[in-house]
């Protein structure tokens, strides 16, 4: 590398240049390729010159304004080739995510809300946007936001409704959390129940970390106790399961469809309720498709969980 190019990456010193080595290649003549390009002959045969010189190599063998590739000439036009079209694929691709018919949305959202809220969001949204495209993630509330940080999300459905100075959130809506015990226990009988009635029982419950998890711990820290738990899952349907098999109790959201092994209480006291919201990152622009989806999500306050 030459001294002028030691302080920055030979993509920073050659990129402006290989798209004109590529058009002089493939001319095989200055003066052509500088009409294509639109730029003066004068210009293309110094850009030509320093190219050849930042690289310590000769690319062409001239005859005038007429040039013939040398050895290496040919074997850095092959790599030159790959990399251009490897930039027109990129460009292409977030052209293409940013279409405002036929764009892409990455949206995430918790696996509680993924048999029946999400889909029936997305075919929703698809009676006027048809052609939209979705990348979804399904995981829990923390891991979706600091992937929505590294770029991989635009926006997430998550629960709580998450309070950073880097998010913007809206809260959509909310929904009820129900006691959840074998249908042989001794509270199964009940339609409602206080959560301090369930003080002595073993709990399974998700994963510290999910917020389901957080709170499940402080409804159970309001209601005077600290849950002793039995198992830490990442499943909600799971957590059905084990409470038929007599594991423990749980809190958890209606399930998608009825569970046969268990009851379902309704929990008076306290008030057990857990919110769901939309984030996204304060002060990143969105993509037309994005933000049609973000207004959809919005118009559905109140209504998310229908």
């Given at each position: 590398m030459t001294a002028d190019v030691e302080a920055e990456s030979w993509a920073a010193a050659l990129t402006p240049r290989l798209a004109q080595f590529a058009a002089v290649a493939r001319h095989e003549h200055v003066t052509r390729a500088a009409h294509e390009l639109g730029v003066p002959q004068s210009t293309l045969s110094r850009a030509m010159v320093r190219l050849e010189e930042d690289l310590g190599v000769v690319l062409f063998a001239r005859r005038g304004r007429t040039v013939a590739l040398t050895p290496a000439g040919r074997t850095f036009l092959r790599s030159v080739e790959r990399a251009l079209a490897e930039v027109d694929r990129a460009a292409e691709s977030v052209r293409a995510d940013a279409d405002p018919a036929a764009g892409r949305v990455s949206f995430g959202f918790l696996h509680t809300l993924g048999t029946e809220t999400v889909p029936g969001l997305i075919r929703a949204f698809r009676v006027d946007h048809p052609r939209v495209r979705f990348q979804l993630v399904q995981n829990y509330g923390e891991a979706m936001i600091e992937r929505m940080r590294a770029g991989g999300l635009d926006l997430c459905l998550t629960s709580p409704v998450p309070d950073a100075p880097d998010l913007v959130a809206r809260r959509l809506d909310e929904q009820r959390l129900r006691l959840v015990v074998p249908d042989d226990h001794r509270l199964a009988g009940r339609r409602r129940v206080r959560l301090a009635e369930a003080a002595s029982e073993l709990f399974v419950t998700l994963e510290p970390g999910y917020g389901l998890r957080r709170i499940t711990d402080a409804l159970c820290a309001e209601a005077g106790f600290t849950p002793r738990i039995a198992f830490e899952g990442e499943e909600a349907?799971?957590?059905?399961?084990?409470?038929?098999?007599?594991?423990?109790?749980?809190?958890?959201?209606?399930?998608?469809?009825?569970?046969?092994?268990?009851?379902?209480?309704?929990?008076?006291?306290?008030?057990?309720?857990?919110?769901?919201?939309?984030?996204?990152?304060?002060?990143?622009?969105?993509?037309?498709?994005?933000?049609?989806f973000k207004r959809f999500l919005l118009s559905r306050r109140g209504q998310l969980l229908a």
């Open positions: 349907e799971t957590l059905r399961g084990l409470v038929a098999a007599g594991l423990g109790v749980a809190l958890l959201p209606p399930p998608a469809v009825p569970r046969p092994g268990v009851a379902e209480l309704t929990v008076t006291a306290p008030r057990a309720v857990r919110e769901i919201g939309v984030a996204w990152l304060d002060g990143h622009p969105d993509t037309p498709p994005v933000a049609a």
